[in-house]
């Protein structure tokens, strides 16, 4: 599998809130660099329980969506853009686009820089209580 297959399953696999799928191309190792000052925040090490897709879990933060919109390969580095969204009761909708960097070895992802827009916004909605 290439860097480009293993990224399209990723984003495939979060598009539909596949947390099997995703688990399915991260390695065991995996590490997650999120930016800002939020929940989620940190390069975190969570392996094939991957904390970044947290919100797809529906009825504790609400429905989140994620679409790739273009896919750039450079060697074991893929670069996706894309547009995500999020709701949460009694907080103001998220609905952005992003840039996502994967590190891809043996047809399995092994780090993912997370890059949004506006990351104050997000921050907010993540944080909100």
Request: net charge negative; with cysteine.
């Amino acid at each position: 599998m290439t860097a480009m297959d293993t990224v399209a399953s990723y984003g495939a696999a979060m598009a539909t809130g596949d947390l099997e799928g995703v688990r399915a191309v991260l390695a065991e190792d995996a590490v997650w660099h999120q930016p800002g000052a939020n929940v989620l925040r940190g390069p975190r090490r969570p392996g094939r329980d991957p904390c970044p897709p947290r919100p797809l879990h529906g009825a504790q933060r609400g429905p989140f969506a994620l679409a790739t919109d273009n896919v750039a390969p450079a060697g074991d580095l893929v670069v996706t853009t894309i547009r995500f969204s999020a709701q949460r009761p009694g907080v103001e909708p998220l609905d952005q686009h992003g840039a996502d960097i994967f590190n891809v070895e043996d047809g399995l992802i092994r780090k993912i820089w997370l890059i949004s827009e506006d990351q104050a916004a997000e921050d907010g909605f993540w944080n909100a209580a």
